[in-house]
């Protein structure tokens, strides 16, 4: 599936009115991006259609704000609560179940449906390259962030393992956090600096950026691999502070080597530890937090890393980061 946000933006809009899933004929109005997100088929009823969209899309959503799922929900009546015969009285609903006014309420669906939209920009982005993650797998990463040059700069040697044969092309997938307004320029640079060569670039959405490595030739199961990725931030680009690892299968090594400028060392610097990526910018617990050495260094490993869980560092304030990779 190939997801088109303004699209599927339009779709979400278009079906909250009324009724929305409510409606007794509402699978005819499912526009063609959310038959194909949710996977709606003619031959589903209204209530197995309504199941498939709620399943899907709060598995998108999991990840985000506690009020993000309530607003999507309440919005095209998939919560039971919010079974209601327009749009204005699932919205009073929702302002109080979140305690605001009804005009906040409005925003939040919206905002909600442009989380939505984005998430499953990403998921059809990944429909593309999850499919070779059965065949192979990051093991172990060692990583150097250097936040004492003029950008900040990311060096990532990557080993993995063919857990299928013949493999020829891997993808590295990067999420870059944006701290600019919407409109001002926002990427990301990638060099492979060995084991293979860039034959593609993919950006399912603006903070995404997906990277496709033709490998130097066809390795079958059990063979072993190691690549090198540079990654930095166009001059003048503002980053979140932090650096973290989400592996999207389990990783048994990850360590990272970080030197601060020596004259911007960051008042705090805390160690993330198998955290919900939600949580990365939590305010940390006294016990992750770090020394910086005299050279303005420090090392962090991590062992095991679980599925779907940030590794890394935060700071509170400083030379930015590029963000987070999977």
Not at 77 to 97: I, K, T
Not at 161 to 174: K, Q, S, W
Not at 175 to 186: A, I
Not at 224 to 253: D, I, N, S
Request: hydrophobic share 40%.
């Amino acid at each position: 599936m190939h997801s088109d946000l303004p699209l599927l933006l339009n779709e979400l809009r278009a079906l909250r009115k009324g009724r929305a899933t409510r409606h007794p004929s509402f699978p005819a109005k499912l526009g063609q991006q959310l038959r194909e997100l949710c996977g709606v088929t003619d031959a589903d009823s209204g209530a197995a259609a309504r199941l498939k969209l709620t399943d899907r899309l709060r598995a998108l959503l999991r990840d985000e704000a506690d009020d993000t799922w309530p607003a999507v929900a309440a919005a095209l009546a998939l919560h039971p609560a919010a079974d209601h015969r327009d749009l204005a009285a699932r919205e009073r609903w929702l302002a109080g179940q979140l305690h605001c006014h009804e005009r906040t309420a409005r925003r939040r669906v919206e905002q909600a449906f442009q989380v939505l939209a984005q998430k499953a920009a990403v998921s059809a982005a990944g429909d593309a390259v999850d499919r070779n993650v059965e065949r192979w797998q990051v093991t172990a990463v060692r990583a150097l962030l250097r936040l004492d040059g003029p950008t900040p700069e990311i060096t990532e040697h990557r080993s993995i393992v063919m857990t299928g044969d013949g493999v020829d092309e891997i993808f590295c997938r990067f999420t870059v956090p944006r701290s600019t307004p919407v409109g001002v320029v926002h990427d990301l640079n990638l060099e492979l600096l060995y084991g293979g060569n860039i034959r593609e670039r993919a950006q399912p959405s603006p903070e995404h950026f997906i990277y496709f490595i033709q490998l130097p030739r066809r390795f079958d199961a059990g063979a072993t691999h190691e690549y090198a990725v540079r990654l930095t931030l166009p001059p003048g680009q503002p980053m979140v502070p932090h650096y973290v690892m989400q592996p999207l299968v389990p990783v048994r090594a990850f360590d990272v080597n970080v030197r601060f400028h020596p004259e911007a060392v960051p008042p705090v610097v805390s160690r993330v530890d198998g955290v919900p990526p939600r949580m990365v910018d939590d305010e940390p617990a006294a016990e992750n937090l770090l020394d910086v050495d005299r050279f303005a260094e420090l090392h962090l490993a991590f062992r095991n890393l679980r599925q779907g869980y940030a590794y890394g560092l935060a700071w509170s304030h400083g030379r930015e980061g590029p963000g987070h990779a999977t």
